[in-house]
């Protein structure tokens, strides 16, 4: 037996071999396909395990095998989770120990008809360590979300946070607070089908309203999105309403998005209008498609880097600048690529003979232009 054996790249196993557990030794184990593996509990020098998949209690791997792995790092995908038994074994994971895991994914299949009762325990119990740079959540099926998600601390499980990618939750109905995580630069958010609203919450502006008040003698600026370069929503079929970021005091004011770079917004066909994007002079890349009842985006003079804009099947889409915004697009010297297509309500683009650095424009079934 090579007890020795420190690196295994398997391209393809039927099953794992029950002597498997013997390779104490084991450091890194690669996967090409998905497959049962159980019996990794003894091997608690291993470091590198790309990805598990839970199976059905007596045929494979559970998630309490994971207790002892403490010297895993880097990247740990677990699918499957819709078929854990019993839901405190996440918590025998012990991922909360696991302090070198710097990408976490975790997989239910979004479309199985029974619905998770146990999903929340589950997931509360797969708390990770507050080191996490990047979390990955699909497929999963309860209206909210575990403390560890909502609570917002130096030792929770997304202080850390650099991308946070959430997608194919049919019963989720808020967005977790994320606008208070200082190294957070880039969120994709898709398919959450029952959210209506993206208000305060989504901001952190409920986390900062007592301590923006605690003097009120002195003008406070709160700055929400510290770090975010990248917004992506998609496929949010019942978001209606998408506020401004909204502090309850007086004597302050918010720095929204003050570095974000790149806002991709898709599928949101009943938001009739976007929320004041705030001071965001880093603003490069704004792609809007198929928000059917969109009618006016908030374009103002602070989008001054603005080098791309997208604007597709927005068809009730009658402006593309904020009402106290008379300048057209002669203030956006940077601009290089407009492409607008299937906006039969727009009533023209005035000005685009003066964007000198205009590289690319295509305008299609755009009755003013």
């Given at each position: 037996m090579l007890y020795n054996l420190q690196t295994l790249r398997v391209d393809y196993l039927e099953e794992i071999p029950k002597e498997f557990g013997n390779l104490i030794n084991l450091r890194n184990f690669y996967m090409e396909?998905?497959?049962?593996?159980?019996?990794?509990?003894?091997?608690?020098?291993?470091?590198?395990?790309?990805?598990?998949?839970?199976?059905?209690?007596?045929?494979g791997f559970q998630l309490e095998e994971l207790e002892h792995l403490d010297k895993l790092r880097g990247k740990l995908k677990i699918s499957g989770l819709e078929d854990v038994s019993h839901p405190e074994s996440a918590g025998k994971a012990n991922l909360w120990r696991k302090s070198n895991i710097q990408m976490l994914e975790l997989f239910w299949r979004p479309y199985t008809e029974d619905h998770n009762h146990n999903g929340i325990e589950i997931l509360e119990g797969l708390k990770p360590h507050s080191n996490l740079k990047s979390l990955t959540i699909e497929g999963f099926r309860c209206s909210s979300f575990p403390s560890w998600m909502v609570t917002k601390n130096h030792l929770s499980g997304l202080y850390n946070l650099v991308k946070i990618k959430l997608g194919n939750m049919p019963y989720c109905k808020q967005i977790p607070s994320l606008g208070d995580l200082p190294y957070l630069q880039v969120i994709k958010i898709y398919k959450l089908g029952s959210v209506e609203c993206i208000g305060s919450k989504f901001y952190?502006?409920?986390?900062?309203?007592?301590a923006s008040s605690s003097n009120s003698h002195e003008a406070v600026v709160t700055t929400l999105f510290p770090a975010l370069r990248k917004l992506d929503l998609r496929d949010m079929k019942e978001l209606s309403e998408w506020s401004d970021a909204m502090i309850q005091s007086n004597s302050s004011s918010v720095n929204l998005f003050p570095l974000l770079e790149k806002l991709y917004v898709c599928g949101l066909p009943k938001l009739e209008l976007l929320p004041n994007l705030g001071d965001v002079k880093c603003l490069q890349?704004?792609?809007?498609?198929?928000?059917q009842n969109l009618t006016c985006l908030p374009i103002s003079k602070e989008l001054v880097s603005l080098q791309k804009l997208v604007i597709h099947r927005c068809p009730n889409l009658t402006s593309l600048f904020s009402e106290d915004f008379d300048e057209g697009l002669q203030g956006f010297g940077s601009i290089e690529s407009i492409d607008l297509r299937s906006c039969k309500n727009l009533v023209g683009v005035p000005e685009i003979h003066r964007l000198q650095s205009l590289r690319?424009?295509?305008?299609?079934?755009v009755v003013g232009c």
């Open positions: 396909r998905n497959f049962s593996l159980s019996g990794i509990k003894q091997l608690t020098n291993l470091q590198t395990l790309s990805e598990i998949k839970v199976m059905r209690e007596a045929e952190g502006c409920t986390n900062l309203d007592g890349s704004l792609i809007i498609e198929c928000c690319r424009l295509l305008i299609e079934d």
